[in-house]
């Protein structure tokens, strides 16, 4: 069996791109960075579904993800969370907060007005955390 992104993560997202264990997306919502990781794995919805070996790996990618966003952006804050309640893939999010941000300090569910960056918007933040990302040795960028 093999690895397929969920229609709807590949819809509303641009591969930026991998970890040993995660594909790393970015949101294509124009409210704030936003970085997705959704392990390479079949059939899995919850994170403790992972064999303890590898809820470590998506730590480490988890970590190297938020310290690029942090460095890259300066973030008032960084969230994280894994709802599923829509897209039962696991996926976890990574989003940059900011003070002046459209949801602050409320949850960003529910509160972006729903639109999508420009290509030359999304291509540009892209390249901002994969050059922040590429400082690690375990991230390989998508062509």
Not at 10 to 26: M, Q, R, S, Y
Not at 30 to 59: A, G, T
Not at 96 to 123: C, M, V
């Amino acid at each position: 069996m093999s690895f397929e992104l969920n229609p709807q993560l590949a819809k509303d997202t641009t591969v930026i791109g991998e970890f040993p264990l995660c594909l790393a997306l970015l949101s294509k919502d124009d409210s704030v960075p936003w970085v997705i990781l959704v392990p390479k794995r079949e059939n899995l919805k919850e994170l403790h579904h992972l064999p303890m070996e590898e809820q470590q790996q998506f730590l480490l990618e988890s970590q190297t993800v938020s310290l690029a966003l942090e460095t890259t952006f300066q973030p008032d804050k960084l969230n994280m969370g894994a709802l599923g309640n829509m897209v039962p893939q696991l996926h976890i999010h990574h989003i940059a907060r900011f003070k002046d941000d459209i949801a602050w300090p409320g949850p960003l569910w529910g509160s972006t007005a729903g639109k999508y960056r420009n290509d030359e918007t999304q291509n540009e933040i892209s390249a901002r955390i994969q050059n922040a990302l590429s400082h690690s040795s375990i991230f390989n960028k998508a062509s």
